[in-house]
């Protein structure tokens, strides 16, 4: 019985988050749980249970006795969070065997290709999820790939606002392509380079989109 409640929660909570992602709350709205939970088919409790969660995660705002509400998108998070991921990826791959990465290249190249021809946001997101997933699926160390997935959580609804640009999915495209190249030749150093450009290059564009402003080098 725990198990399958926990099942659940777990789907309520990802239906919840693909309603965030596609925008169909809007930032700083308040979630109302009665008509969510009806439209959703499930009982006010596993509703809670994954809204709670995903206040833990900072995707939204829980206010005691009054509900939950969509969190807004911080500038402060972005800055903290982006460099911290970028450093850990590119720890996960100089960890990771030269010849298993070069392997694994023409998966890569595929992947960045169907994220660059993906028809809407989700699905280049999801194309994008992937990519990032099988570059680190050969890490030996499985507490760096579960501190990285933990701190991508809090940063995971910033990319639909970054994929949503299509300039943007094209510069990840060529980084995701030239990354893939290099682990083919077994350059782990330029790999590492590209891999933290990638993520930098995300950073400012998704910054500029925030503040709306056309600055997306950080300079």
């Not at 500038?75 to 969070?81: A, M």
């Not at 989109?209 to 300079?219: A, F, K, L, P, V």
């Given at each position: 019985m725990?198990?399958?409640?926990?099942?659940?929660r777990?789907?309520?909570?990802?239906?919840?988050?693909?309603?965030?992602?596609?925008?169909?709350?809007?930032v700083?709205?308040?979630?109302?749980?009665?008509?969510?939970?009806?439209?959703?088919?499930?009982?006010?409790?596993?509703?809670?249970?994954?809204?709670?969660?995903?206040?833990q995660?900072?995707?939204?705002d829980?206010r005691?006795?009054r509900?939950?509400?969509v969190?807004?998108?911080s500038?402060?998070?972005?800055?903290?969070?982006y460099?911290?991921?970028?450093q850990?990826?590119?720890?996960?791959?100089?960890l990771?065997?030269?010849?298993?990465?070069?392997a694994?290249?023409?998966?890569?190249?595929?992947?960045?290709e169907?994220?660059?021809?993906?028809?809407?946001?989700?699905?280049?997101?999801?194309?994008?999820d992937?990519w990032?997933a099988?570059l680190?699926?050969?890490?030996?160390?499985?507490?760096?790939?579960?501190m990285?997935?933990?701190?991508?959580?809090?940063v995971?609804?910033?990319?639909h606002?970054?994929?949503?640009d299509?300039?943007?999915?094209?510069?990840?495209?060529?980084q995701?392509?030239?990354?893939?190249?290099?682990?083919?030749?077994?350059?782990?150093?330029?790999?590492?380079?590209?891999?933290?450009?990638?993520?930098k290059?995300?950073?400012?564009?998704?910054?500029a989109?925030?503040?709306?402003?056309?600055?997306?080098?950080?300079?």
């Open positions: 725990a198990v399958a409640r926990k099942l659940l777990e789907q309520v909570r990802d239906e919840i988050l693909d309603r965030l992602l596609q925008g169909r709350f809007p700083g709205s308040r979630i109302n749980e009665v008509h969510l939970a009806a439209e959703i088919g499930v009982s006010r409790t596993p509703l809670r249970e994954a809204l709670a969660s995903l206040a995660e900072g995707i939204l829980a005691p006795n509900g939950y509400w969190a807004a998108l500038e402060r998070d972005i800055r903290e969070s460099p911290i991921i970028a850990l990826e590119v720890l996960a791959i100089t990771s065997d030269p010849d298993e990465l070069a694994l290249a023409p998966r890569l190249i595929e992947l960045a169907r994220m660059a021809a993906a028809g809407d946001v989700r699905e280049t997101q999801r194309a994008d992937e990032h099988s680190l699926e050969v890490c030996p160390n499985g507490r760096l790939i579960d990285i997935n933990d701190t991508k959580r809090v995971h609804r910033y990319e606002a970054y994929l949503g299509r300039e943007s999915v094209q510069e990840s495209l060529h995701h392509t030239r990354i893939a190249e290099a682990l083919a030749a077994r350059d782990l150093a330029a790999a590492a380079r590209e891999l933290e450009s990638n993520w290059t995300s950073m400012y564009r998704l910054l989109r925030i503040n709306g402003t056309s600055d997306d080098t950080g300079e």
